[in-house]
T-cell receptor
Framework: NAGVTQTPKFRILKIGQSMTLQCTQD?????MYWYRQDPGMGLKLIYY???????DKGEVPNGYNVSRSTTEDFPLRLELAAPSQTSVYFC?????????????FGPGTRLTVL | RKEVEQDPGPFNVPEGATVAFNCTYS??????FFWYRQDCRKEPKLLMS???SGNEDGRFTAQLNRASQYISLLIRDSKLSDSATYLC????????????FGSGTRLLVRP
């Protein structure tokens, strides 16, 4: 299994541009999450999904949108990028039947908005 | 008040030292507790879950005090490879499995 994969690894955006961060998992996990991590800080939850067709806001959803049309994919959309969205973005997933409740993370996307 | 608070460090210790990290959480409904390890510019990875009775995994020991809402991680015989940021994480059991992360404690192990 590839686990959780994210693309792109790095991206520089200009203010006002839009982009989609891709996240795919091949573990048939029900739950998927998007976090952002600012320098020296912990991870903050942006959006999450408990299954295909179901999404919900996390702690910091403003400026982002998500969709979950399949179990495998959970893309994060940034509309009208702002410098405050400069961060590292991590996608994670977990199985509903996981006894350990370990979330598996992708390698991250480093986004800079100038 | 942050939901999960940690001393940011850095803790700078020699190889072979014993080092302890502390964490407090504010929500008494928190049900599951974890320590994640994050290497520089990498994704977090689960180090160990924390159980009420305390648990050990090799050189690592985790303790939980629900009354004080306090979690600890003890690392014995520190190795250079232990240098990383250690994230205290809690989960409020509901249907979403959401995790709440502390800001992390940075550990530097020197030769």
């Amino acid at each position: 299994n590839a686990g959780v994969t994210q693309t792109p690894k790095f991206r520089i955006l200009k203010i006002g541009q839009s982009m989609t961060l891709q996240c795919t998992q091949d573990m048939n996990h029900n739950y998927m999450y998007w976090y952002r991590q600012d320098p020296g800080m912990g991870l903050k939850l942006i959006y999450y999904s408990v299954g295909a067709g179901i999404t919900d806001k996390g702690e910091v959803p403003n400026g982002y949108n998500v969709s979950r049309s399949t179990t495998e994919d959970f893309p994060l959309r940034l509309e009208l990028a702002a410098p405050s969205q400069t961060s590292v973005y991590f996608c994670a997933s977990i199985s509903r039947t996981s006894g350990r409740r370990e979330q598996f993370f992708g390698p991250g996307t480093r986004l800079t908005v100038l | 008040r942050k939901e999960v608070e940690q001393d940011p460090g850095p803790f700078n210790v020699p190889e072979g030292a014993t080092v302890a990290f502390n964490c407090t959480y504010s929500n008494s409904a928190s049900q599951s507790f974890f320590w994640y390890r994050q290497d520089c510019r990498k994704e977090p990875k689960l180090l160990m879950s924390v159980y009420s009775s305390g648990n050990e995994d090799g050189r690592f020991t985790a303790q939980l005090n629900r009354a004080s809402q306090y979690i600890s991680l003890l690392i014995r015989d520190s190795k250079l490879s232990d240098s990383a940021t250690y994230l205290c994480v809690v989960n409020i059991v509901d249907s979403s499995y959401k995790l709440i992360f502390g800001s992390g404690t940075r550990l530097l192990v020197r030769p």
